[in-house]
């Protein structure tokens, strides 16, 4: 059975890090495209990073550009969301999400309906 597993979630003071992880099991992870996504209380779900299964394409959205960083271990079978400079704003649960048929190259890649999704890691940024 496909699934995923987010951690590295907590609480950082504004303007540090965090690395965020997604674990698939069940399946091999560089089959597939994967996504983050963001949710705030009150606010519609964000994606916020793509990373394409092959040739890894990326594509970040505009409020997270130039401060986090999608990559992938295959052998680990994980893909990570390096978060730096982190803002108040960036509070929200992550998810990662994984699909066969993402378009990471394209600026529309988040509205793709991802097959599989995870339980989600709480980020919260305050002072």
């Known amino acids: 059975q496909l699934q995923l597993v987010e951690s590295g979630g907590g609480l950082v003071q504004p303007g540090g890090s965090l690395r965020l992880s997604c674990a698939g099991s069940?399946?091999?992870?560089?089959?597939?495209?994967i996504g983050w996504f963001r949710q705030a209380p009150g606010k519609e779900r964000e994606g916020v990073s793509c990373?394409?299964?092959?040739?890894?394409?990326?594509n970040y959205a505009h409020s997270v550009k130039g401060r986090f960083t999608i990559s992938r271990d295959n052998a680990k079978n994980t893909v990570y969301l390096q978060m730096n400079s982190l803002k108040p704003e960036d509070t929200a649960s992550y998810y990662c999400?994984?699909?066969?048929?993402?378009?990471?190259?394209?600026?529309?890649?988040?509205?793709?309906?991802?097959?599989?999704w995870g339980q989600g890691t709480q980020v919260t940024v305050s002072s």
């Open positions: 990373i394409s299964s092959i040739g890894g394409s990326t």
């Open positions: 999400a994984a699909d066969p048929f993402t378009r990471c190259w394209s600026s529309d890649w988040s509205s793709v309906d991802f097959a599989s």
């Open positions: 069940g399946f091999t992870l560089d089959h597939y495209g």
